[in-house]
C-alpha cells in the first residue's frame, strides 16, 4: 500500500537505514562454512542462516537490481550472506 508506515524508529540513534533481513533456516549459507567468518557472527547464530534476499527475486528483478550502483557507487556488489 502506497504511504503505509511501516516503521516510526530503527533502534539506533542517529541513523537512518533500514535492514531488511532475510533468513532460510533450513540450512546454514555459505559464509557459515568459513570458520573465521562462523566465529566473527558467533554472538548472532542467525547470522548463518541469512539469504540476499536479492537473489529471491523473479529473475528478470534480480538482475536490474544487481546493476544497480551500491552504497559503495560500484556494481558488482558483494554479500557475506552467501547465495
Not at 548472532?44 to 529471491?56: E, Q, R
Not at 556488489?77 to 547465495?83: E, F, H, Q
Request: proline share 5%; aromatic share 8%; glycine share 8%.
Amino acid at each position: 500500500m502506497v504511504d503505509e508506515v511501516i516503521a516510526t524508529e530503527v533502534g539506533m540513534l542517529n541513523n537512518v537505514f533500514v535492514n531488511f533481513g532475510v533468513y532460510d533456516m533450513r540450512q546454514k549459507n555459505e559464509a557459515s562454512k568459513n570458520p573465521a567468518w562462523a566465529s566473527a557472527h558467533s554472538q548472532n547464530p542467525a547470522d548463518s542462516y541469512g539469504i540476499c534476499w536479492l537473489n529471491s527475486l523473479p529473475h528478470a528483478d534480480s538482475e536490474a537490481v544487481n546493476l544497480l550502483p551500491s552504497r559503495y557507487g560500484k556494481n558488482g556488489k558483494t554479500s557475506d550472506k552467501g547465495k
